[in-house]
């Protein structure tokens, strides 16, 4: 085989590689997903009301059960059941005296602890399952291994069996506990107000695991093996569980008020001082941060890509979660008495008002419209260059679509781009229909304005083709 052959069988044989390459299967498969017109956000800006209910007293919790159910608590100690997809109070309930925490929802139990150290758990029927009585509840409360795992003011451990209530196991750290958290690998941790970090085993064995030189505040989460800490002298510390070591520690403006919260590779704080920060949760690195109208916050929550923030003073917030833009807000009329909780599509809000002692839940919606406008009114001549205008409200990076219709006839004189303007120069009389089509991610909407055509020309006129 001569060398002008070799090297023909060659560059044949690169060719098929470049061609397997690009054309296999595992390649197509991989491919980047189309748009999907039925894909749906969860939450977008501007919102509007698109329901209330009037509630008694003042609300103090609202967590989401199953079945579109919801559960609220009031200051005086009634628990509500009510299915907003129904727009029905399903129970009522009353505890035995004032609520000393907020409701924890697990899976079929609702969780309450009365001033009077009265562990209630309920059925989400709103019936009583069983009680149980502490000596003095130490504030935390979580689902471990099937279990409830609570804490006791002198630093006691429990855990307890959610269908009756029965002790599994009891230990002590002879320290109180500012949080409980549970591990990637179902490790039950308790971290002390005086910087112990424990873990305990199944059978509730502890071995201290940590030990941090601070006084730390009953506000923690984990992402994998990162622990999230806050601390009294205002700094957030981040502890790696494997490596039993810091990651990293930052000093702040002020105390966290709120748990951390991780989205994105990013952890949300809200802090003493009336501010939000976004840090890499990795490094820990300030990556942005925002100042908010009240230094008392509720829990951060993530609604891609908006972090949404709640204080007792209006407005609810949105933050872009990456920028740190300020990207909408809702004022609702009163106090916002809890974190918003999120449905589906929507949010669902509490507000209290200090003239009537009530309290509303707002069922918010977003407000989502498009609207299209002429540079000149109808009708026009023929050969009168009008430009068509549209508005998008509620969407995130829209995309327009001009259509020209005439009777059955319709056109797409421009293709979707984020230009939401359009120019005519109509050449024929008639009764037309323009219309725009805007959309993202996960909305689609249309706007149609008639426009009328006559015969007659404007002087001068002559067509540009």
């Not at 002879?174 to 873990?199: F, M, R």
């Not at 839940?361 to 299209?372: D, G, H, Q, S, T």
Request: glycine residues 8%; hydrophobic residues 40%.
């Amino acid at each position: 085989m001569g060398p002008e052959m070799k090297g023909r069988r060659l560059k044949f044989l690169a060719l098929n590689l470049i061609l397997m390459v690009f054309l296999s299967p595992e390649k197509l498969l991989n491919s980047e997903p189309e748009f999907s017109e039925t894909e749906t956000s969860v939450i977008s800006f501007p919102l509007r009301v698109r329901d209330s209910l009037p509630v008694e007293g003042r609300i103090i919790d609202l967590v989401a059960g199953s079945d579109h159910r919801i559960f609220w608590l009031t200051e005086s100690g009634k628990i509500t059941g009510y299915n907003w997809l129904e727009k029905r109070v399903i129970w009522n309930f009353h505890l035995p005296a004032k609520p000393l925490t907020r409701l924890l929802a697990v899976g079929e139990i609702i969780l309450a602890v009365d001033k009077e150290n009265n562990l209630l758990a309920l059925s989400p029927e709103g019936r009583l399952i069983w009680p149980e009585t502490l000596a003095s509840f130490g504030g935390q409360i979580i689902f471990f291994e099937g279990k409830l795992a609570l804490s006791l003011a002198d630093g006691s451990l429990l855990v307890l069996k959610p269908e009756t209530g029965e002790v599994v196991w009891r230990s002590s750290t002879k320290a109180k506990l500012a949080a409980l958290t549970v591990s990637p690998e179902n490790v039950l941790l308790a971290i002390a107000e005086t910087g112990q970090i424990y873990q305990f085993s199944s059978e509730g064995r502890a071995d201290l695991s940590g030990f941090l030189e601070a006084t730390i505040l009953p506000y923690v989460s984990l992402s994998g093996d990162l622990l999230f800490l806050g601390t009294q002298d205002k700094k957030v510390i981040a502890w790696n569980l494997k490596k039993k070591k810091k990651a990293w520690s930052i000093e702040l403006g002020g105390r966290l008020v709120t748990l951390p919260l991780f989205a994105r590779g990013n952890l949300y704080l809200a802090t003493s001082n009336a501010v939000i920060y976004c840090l890499k949760a990795k490094s820990g690195e300030i990556k942005w941060w925002q100042s908010i109208p009240s230094r008392l916050a509720f829990n951060l929550v993530s609604a891609s890509p908006y972090l949404i923030v709640a204080t007792g003073n209006p407005p609810l917030l949105a933050f872009d979660l990456m920028t740190g833009r300020r990207a909408g807000e809702f004022r609702p009329e009163g106090e916002i008495c809890t974190s918003p909780l999120l449905v589906p599509g929507g949010l669902i809000l509490s507000v209290y008002e200090t003239v009537s002692g009530q309290s509303s839940l707002l069922f918010l919606e977003p407000e989502i419209r498009v609207a299209l406008s002429s540079s000149l009114p109808s009708p026009q001549k023929v050969g009168t260059e009008i430009t068509f205008t549209a508005e998008a409200v509620g969407f995130e990076a829209p995309r327009y679509e001009f259509f020209l219709q005439k009777g059955e006839s319709r056109e797409i004189v421009q293709k979707e781009s984020a230009r939401n303007s359009w120019t005519w120069l109509p050449l024929s009389p008639g009764d037309y229909l323009i219309g725009v089509r805007v959309k993202d991610k996960g909305k689609t909407r249309e706007a149609t304005l008639s426009f009328q055509i006559s015969q007659e020309r404007p002087e001068n006129f002559q067509p540009d083709f």
